[in-house]
């Protein structure tokens, strides 16, 4: 493609990017593309000869954004947000632009001193302690994975990177079964065995109980195991429930544990004062993760990994072929050494233009209206005879069921909320996802997209009550 086609296809694309985000609304939220549907309609082998962008953006938008579920839209509600914003989207652009692969200092100093600057900047505004070190990661399931490594080299002298794990004791790891599912697949990846991955009960609000995280502990230290670290939750998949941060804080420092904080959705909340409450304790972690690809409108992928001690990480990561030394290690940054891969994006650029684009207040407003809009949204479902909140709601997450008067079986609410789910999201005017808890089939309603507004609540509230009666009309017919 020659610069100037470039150029007019870029404008016509940034032309189409804003009258999508301006309509985004005539879309259906969640894509109704039935399996294989897509793939039908690709030929079976790249082309030989390249063809022209009038081609390629005609299927883009008549086979491909029918496959695409939009998470942009305000009336997602599903998950936890994936937010992008105008400020983060151009800086995206700049970066594909420039393609800068920030592997060290020397491959784009102002990648690297950038990314120290915002990581420093989201840091201080979000409470955290300021003696930490920031480095961005692609997800939080990455971040949890260099802390799981960093503790196991910690624990075992920096053996294990030298000659594996053949002659340690076991090494254990705690976390409250209410964990993000990443945290298993990283005890995987890290060779420790998910065996060893102790699941904590919870209580009453589906936080850690520490009380049977100690006697976990004494029960592995009397079978010779080696305990290692524990994960706290700050905002958990299911229903954003906050562990107790300063009581497990205190046990991982009786017995030496490292202490790995999750707070991959909840963390961009620590922009409010008010919210701060949830990390108290937060100066005796090891580790702590949050994504501002989830809640702080920079698209995916974004996530703030930050350290109490920048040398173990290093002496985790650290690796010095002859093709990548620069003469300047030591002196400054280089980005490869702290986290698993080599090559690295400039993502410090969108995190830049949003901090700068909305300013710290800016975000701030943001997210009170959401927590506000899923307030009122709490207080329909406490106000109404049929729907029963499922969990406390201590941010914008409210889970909440289904429940006609008359109907307590168990598995006769989990089948009609699972079926009261898939016919709104067929509906295509909202999305919404759904966890269990207890056993318990639960609907999740996450009031946090970037534009969602209160008429987009208001209008989901009202799609829910109204296909719920269509149910109740059916349960009476039966
Ligand atoms: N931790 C928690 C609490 C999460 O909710 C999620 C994803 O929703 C993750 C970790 C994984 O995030 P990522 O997709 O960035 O790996």
Request: aromatic share 10%.
């Amino acid at each position: 493609m020659k610069i100037n086609d470039f150029r007019e296809h870029a404008h016509r694309l940034v032309d189409w990017m804003a009258d999508y985000l301006e309509h985004i609304e005539q879309y259906p939220v969640k894509s109704k593309s039935k399996p294989g549907e897509l793939l039908a309609q690709l030929p079976g082998k790249a082309p030989q000869k390249g063809e022209p962008f009038e081609a390629i953006f005609k299927d883009f938008q008549e086979k491909i954004l029918p496959g695409i579920t939009h998470w942009q839209h305000p009336s997602f509600f599903a998950y936890f947000p994936a937010n992008a914003s105008p400020p983060s989207v151009l800086a995206e652009m700049l970066m594909a632009t420039l393609g800068v692969q920030g592997m060290v200092w020397e491959t784009s100093p102002a990648a690297t001193e950038l990314e120290e600057r915002v990581m420093q900047w989201l840091r201080d505004a979000c409470g955290l302690p300021s003696h930490w070190h920031g480095v961005i990661q692609d997800t939080a399931s990455t971040a949890s994975l260099c802390a799981i490594l960093s503790a196991r080299e910690r624990a075992t002298g920096f053996q294990s990177n030298e000659s594996g794990l053949y002659e340690q004791p076991r090494l254990r790891i705690y976390a409250s079964e209410q964990t993000h599912s990443s945290i298993e697949k990283d005890v995987k990846i890290a060779g420790l065995g998910k065996s060893n991955l102790v699941y904590i009960p919870t209580d009453e609000r589906y936080a850690l109980r520490p009380d049977c995280l100690r006697q976990a502990i004494e029960e592995d230290l009397q079978r010779g195991y080696r305990p290692m670290m524990v994960v706290a939750n700050i905002g958990t998949t299911g229903s954003t429930a906050i562990d107790p941060l300063a009581d497990i804080a205190a046990i991982a420092r009786q017995y030496d544990l490292w202490l790995h904080v999750d707070a991959a959705y909840a963390g961009t909340a620590c922009l409010l004062p008010e919210h701060r409450y949830m990390i108290d304790g937060i100066e005796q972690a090891d580790s702590y993760v949050f994504n501002p690809h989830k809640w702080m409108l920079t698209n995916f992928d974004c996530s703030a990994y930050y350290v109490s001690d920048k040398e173990t990480l290093l002496r985790t990561f650290s690796i010095l072929p002859e093709y990548l030394k620069t003469g300047l290690e030591g002196q400054v940054n280089n980005y490869r050494d702290w986290g698993i891969a080599l090559g690295r994006r400039f993502r410090a650029l969108k995190l830049w233009f949003v901090l700068r684009s909305y300013g710290i207040e800016g975000l701030q407003q943001i997210l009170r209206r959401h927590i506000a809009l899923a307030r009122w949204f709490k207080i329909c479902i406490e106000g109404h005879p049929e729907f029963e909140l499922m969990a406390p709601v201590p941010l914008n997450l409210v889970c909440f069921r289904y429940h006609p008067q008359g109907v307590n079986d168990v598995e006769m609410l989990n089948k009609l909320n699972e079926s009261l789910l898939q016919r709104l999201n067929a509906g295509g005017k909202l999305y919404m996802s759904h966890t269990k808890l207890q056993g318990q089939y639960v609907l999740r309603f996450v009031c946090g997209q970037t534009y969602v507004q209160e008429q987009h609540v208001q209008q989901a509230w009202q799609l829910i009550e109204a296909e719920s009666r269509r149910i109740s009309k059916l349960l009476s017919l039966l």
